[in-house]
T-cell receptor, first 116, second 115 residues
């Protein structure tokens, strides 16, 4: 089962709101990712968790706060966002077994976020 | 510097035509990994293939085939007998070391298959 699920599918929020995006996978993957994708552009990496620890933060503004409660779940907490943060937010997961290989990432369907 | 170049922005074909998507990459590493992803209008990126730098065998999967040539740093993707369901944005991506989490994506090629 190569499925990554994300909720909600769509989210509209004001600039003063606090909301969270959720991602779940049951493939036993130990690496999980958040990407941001603007229209007609490739995905841009935001964060990587490896074995539930933050491994990479691509200089993302602090109004985005990731959390990995366990190996199957990944959250992205949103606070005081700007209209330019409107985008498709994609979650992905992959195997993570040290230096053996570089594994493909499996993506969820994404959350379309609109900040008003 | 752009590590993955997909020079074709958009391709439009009629159903049953073949379509080839070009991907040229740039890396100084001897070990690297190449990927193709499909993104239909629904938004989800669908993994299609992974190829490591030591494996230059071409691959065929149904109507899809891939041509990996290290000599020209290319990893091209062909859809044979295209169908309307093949309409999507296709991304080529590069990972430059084992267990390197970062994927360098190309800009993507939008394929439109007309009935």
């Amino acid at each position: 089962d190569t499925e990554v699920t994300q909720t909600p599918k769509h989210l509209v929020m004001g600039m003063t709101n606090k909301k969270s995006l959720k991602c779940e996978q049951h493939m036993g993957h130990r690496a999980m990712y958040w990407y941001k994708q603007k229209a007609k552009k490739p995905p841009e990496l935001m964060f990587v968790y490896s074995y539930e620890k933050l491994s990479i933060n691509e200089s993302v503004p602090s109004r985005f706060s990731p959390e990995c409660p366990n190996s199957s779940l990944l959250n992205l907490h949103l606070h005081a966002l700007q209209p330019e943060d409107s985008a498709l937010y994609l979650c992905a997961s992959s195997q993570d077994e040290g230096q053996l290989d570089s594994y493909e990432q499996y993506f969820g369907p994404g959350t379309r976020l609109t900040v008003t | 510097a752009q590590k993955v170049t997909q020079a074709q922005t958009e391709i439009s074909v009629v159903e049953k035509e073949d379509v080839t998507l070009d991907c040229v990459y740039e890396t100084r590493d001897t070990t690297y990994y190449l990927f193709w992803y499909k993104q239909p209008p629904s938004g989800e990126l669908v993994f299609l293939i992974r190829r490591n730098s030591f494996d230059e065998q071409n691959e065929i999967s149904g109507r899809y085939s891939w041509n990996f040539q290290k000599s020209t740093s290319s990893f091209n993707f062909t859809i044979t007998a295209s169908q309307v369901v093949d309409s999507a944005v296709y991304f080529c991506a590069l990972s430059e070391a084992p267990n390197d989490y970062k994927l360098s994506f190309g800009a993507g090629t939008t394929v439109t298959v007309r009935a």
